[in-house]
């Protein structure tokens, strides 16, 4: 069975001192936990400093974000090496406020997966529709949509590499989750797509989250989805409390 995968998307916040403290505060009250897969995802400037917090410890470390050339004149961007270099085992790609603050594409998105995979990172590929849409009975043609065209060209062996994440894009930062109900209907519909475009092998092996407004109230709701793996917080991951009360209704 697919073990249960809960990570911390920390956006853009916290500061040097105060994202050391969230890291050694998980580590500490996350000792000894084996059942869920635990990572931080902290800004990409502190890093270095929260992988020395957490080394020896249960939680692993991933990026926010990649861009999918190996080295050269891109001025601000990260690749995938010097990720792996401080020590990153996961990186996001493709969340919905790169999506639609920045304006990343599903190709652009795409060639980051590619890149990433072929660099041995664990890609978290984030898909949701907007409220309009969801709204216009557009959420399983959007969301399929993404996911068809961010994973086009990669094979099953390197599909596996990769977790879904399911993030409604009204749910995100907005107090207002997803009931369980819509969370399974959309992550079951996710896991048949990935049987069709592999087979029912790979759909069953590929962990699928749900993020928008995940905390300690909703995890044990949402964790009991036949098809929900596993969480990615935003907000709550924040909160060594919170980020901790998660993870231990899980494991
Ligand atoms: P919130 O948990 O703050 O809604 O954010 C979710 C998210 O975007 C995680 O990537």
Redesign the pocket.
């Known amino acids: 069975m697919r073990k249960a995968f809960i990570a911390g998307?920390w956006k853009m916040n916290t500061n040097c001192a105060g994202a050391e403290g969230l890291a050694s505060g998980l580590a500490e009250k996350l000792k000894g936990i084996e059942t869920v897969d635990i990572a931080v995802c902290p800004p990409s400037v502190y890093l270095q400093s929260v992988a020395k917090a957490l080394s020896s410890s249960n939680i692993a470390l991933g990026a926010q974000d990649v861009y999918f050339e190996g080295s050269g004149a891109y001025t601000g961007e990260i690749s995938c090496e010097m990720l792996k270099d401080v020590c990153c085992t996961y990186v996001i790609i493709g969340?919905s406020e790169r999506r639609h603050k920045i304006g990343e594409t599903d190709e652009l998105i795409n060639k980051k997966l590619s890149a990433a995979i072929s660099s041995g990172l664990l890609p978290i590929f984030?898909v949701g529709e907007l409220l309009e849409q969801r709204e216009a009975g557009e959420t399983e043609t959007v969301v399929a949509g993404q996911v068809k065209k961010g994973l086009a060209g990669l094979n099953a062996d390197k599909v596996l590499a990769v977790t879904v994440a399911y993030?409604p894009v009204w749910?995100?930062?907005t107090g207002v989750n997803a009931t369980s109900q819509q969370a399974q209907e959309v992550h079951a519909m996710i896991r048949q797509l990935l049987a069709d475009m592999y087979d029912e092998s790979v759909a069953q092996q590929i962990r699928i989250q749900y993020?928008?407004?995940?905390k300690p109230a909703n995890t044990a709701e949402l964790m009991a989805c036949e098809d929900v793996d596993g969480l990615?917080?935003?907000?709550?991951s924040l909160k060594v409390n919170d980020f901790a009360a998660m993870i231990k209704t899980v494991a």
């Not at 993020?211 to 995940?214: C, E, M, Q, R």
């Not at 990615?232 to 709550?236: E, V, W, Y």
């Open positions: 998307n969340h984030c993030e749910a995100i930062g993020g928008g407004s995940a990615l917080g935003g907000g709550a």
